[in-house]
């Protein structure tokens, strides 16, 4: 039984997974012809699945309410016919610990608490405390890798998490700060917050409910 997904779920999904993003960026998430992609999503606008639009100087697709609900439909039809429900959930319940622990690192990458100011910024000039966090990164890292590769054993389109994870942490440990919680790069907090989207939406649970 193939374990790749339809052209059309992972259209939606990567809108789902990306938030707000422009045809290209939707068409790299899954290595998509970028054509097939923009046809794609106009098939997508077309039956209120998504839609276009533009503000402050840049553009891109979301997804509708009926959109997601399709998404949502897509996926527990594909789960359901790799008979991977079980597995998923599992990996998830082991995900939720590290997920706490990813949070608290980035906190104390944005945070360096002083006497005076428990929510001060932290500017990065102490050397120790950001290596002590670059370690618990490290160490989550090292987590994710057996999890991601369960995952990828149930669906092709959940794999790579670990390796983007690891690339980011890498570039962080190289004086690139941004790569642990930046937003605008393919950051270590960016890859978890899309991999936690990518658990809820296959599992079909509330972000913050348990399995």
Request: contains cysteine; glycine residues 8%; charged residues 25%.
């Amino acid at each position: 039984m193939t374990r790749d997904s339809a052209p059309g779920l992972l259209i939606l999904h990567a809108v789902r997974i990306l938030g707000f993003a422009d045809t290209p960026m939707i068409a790299q998430r899954y290595g998509l012809d970028a054509a097939q992609a923009e046809e794609l999503l106009l098939d997508a606008e077309a039956r209120g699945w998504a839609g276009h639009t533009a503000f402050a100087g840049s553009a891109g697709w979301s997804l509708t309410e009926a959109g997601r609900a399709e998404n949502e439909r897509l996926l527990a039809a594909e789960l359901a016919r790799v008979g991977g429900a079980e597995e998923v959930r599992n990996v998830y319940r082991e995900f939720l610990p590290l997920n706490a622990l990813l949070l608290r690192a980035c906190t104390d990458w944005q945070l360096r608490p002083t006497a005076g100011d428990r929510l001060a910024v932290n500017d990065h000039r102490d050397p120790a405390w950001d290596a002590r966090v670059l370690r618990e990164l490290d160490g989550i890292s090292r987590a994710l890798t057996p999890l991601a590769d369960r995952l990828a054993s149930v669906l092709t389109r959940l794999r790579g998490y670990d390796t983007r994870f690891t690339a980011a942490l890498a570039r962080a440990r190289a004086g690139e700060s941004a790569w642990v919680d930046h937003t605008d790069v393919d950051s270590c907090h960016r890859v978890w917050f899309q991999l936690h989207e990518d658990l809820i939406a296959t599992l079909g649970i509330d972000r913050h409910a348990h399995p």
